[in-house]
Every structure is written in C-alpha cells, then in structure tokens.
C-alpha cells in the first residue's frame, strides 16, 4: 500500500493521498493561481513555492518546490533587464534561459484571451556560446485587458507582475536531473 504524499508547505507540512498529482491545465495557471497572485501578492498555493529566477540555477529548482518528481510549479517577479525597458533579465550566475519559438496564447472559453506561455530552455554558460541543457522553463503571464485591469490591485504595481513558472527537465534518471 502507497504512502500519503507529504507536500513542504511551511512549518506543518501537509500530508496528500497517494495518487495525488498537481498538474494544472494551462488556463488554470493564468485564471486560478496567476490572476490571484497579481491581485494578491500575499496569496499562496499549498504546490506552488517562490523563487527569484536570476538567484537560482534550474538544477537547485526541485529541493526549493513544494513538490512534483518531474515538474515543479513556482511565482516569481518580473525583472526587467533595463530600468527603462520591457526585455526581461533572464540570467543567472552560471547560464541563461532563451526563449524557444513563439509565444502561445492561452484562452477561458472560447477566445477570451487570458494569458501568454513562453517556453524557455536553459543555456549553461554565456550568450552567444552557451551549451544547451534539458532544463525547460515555460513562464506564463496575465494578457487581455478584461483579465489585467480586473485583478490589478494598489498593492500590485504593472510593473512588479507575479510570473507563474513551471520547470521540468527532458532527462531524469532517479529523480536527478542532468544537463547535457
């Protein structure tokens, strides 16, 4: 017989049936837990932990989850790569994440935009000489005006928005990841 699941939520901890997956669709992400981080920042997801991308290397990525064996689920901040403008600052101190293809719009219903999913993989080293590695990030962000001007809120600036990320790696073997 399976253990229960137990998920690394604060102090208590939470204990989860066995079975249990997190897998949320991709409208999921931007209309239950992504709307709610930007309208809330206070707000919290028992699955989904906090991580400053330019902090943290992909291969740190699944001792910080709350939990997932070969996704982990994260909000992180925006971080802009130049005060003045709109590219996104996506390196670390040992590579960089780059954006593979194009966007994908993510719609509630029948073609109500909500959001955009980017898919990123992670380069070891720096640009233009990185070594690619199996490290996949897909960032989702609020899009549409009904579903941005409904959830912003004065403790949310524009500027500051909660990107919801899920990592996963192509390769596993035992639960450890490896960069090729």
Avoid at 24 to 41: F, Q, R
Avoid at 87 to 99: D, H, I, L
Avoid at 103 to 115: A, F, P, S
Avoid at 147 to 161: F, M
């Amino acid at each position: 017989m399976e253990e229960a699941i137990m998920l690394n939520s604060g102090e208590e901890g939470m204990y989860l049936p066995p079975g249990f997956r997190f897998y949320p669709t991709d409208e999921e992400v931007i209309t239950y837990y992504l709307c709610e981080k930007v309208a809330d920042p206070d707000f919290m997801a028992d699955a989904i932990g906090e991580v400053d991308l330019n902090k943290c290397e992909p291969w740190d990525l699944p001792g910080k989850a709350k939990m997932g064996e070969k996704e982990w689920y994260f909000f992180c901040q925006k971080d802009r790569k130049y005060p003045t403008g709109f590219r996104t600052n996506r390196a670390t101190a040992s590579g960089y994440w780059k954006a593979t293809g194009k966007d994908k719009e993510i719609h509630k219903g029948k073609g109500n935009l909500v959001g955009m999913k980017k898919t990123l993989v992670f380069y070891k080293g720096r640009a233009p000489n990185g070594e690619k590695t199996n490290w996949v990030m897909h960032e989702f962000r609020l899009e549409g005006s009904s579903i941005t001007l409904k959830h912003h809120s004065q403790k949310s600036p524009q500027k500051k928005i909660g990107l919801f990320v899920r990592y996963s790696t192509k390769a596993l073997d035992s639960g450890t990841a490896h960069i090729t």
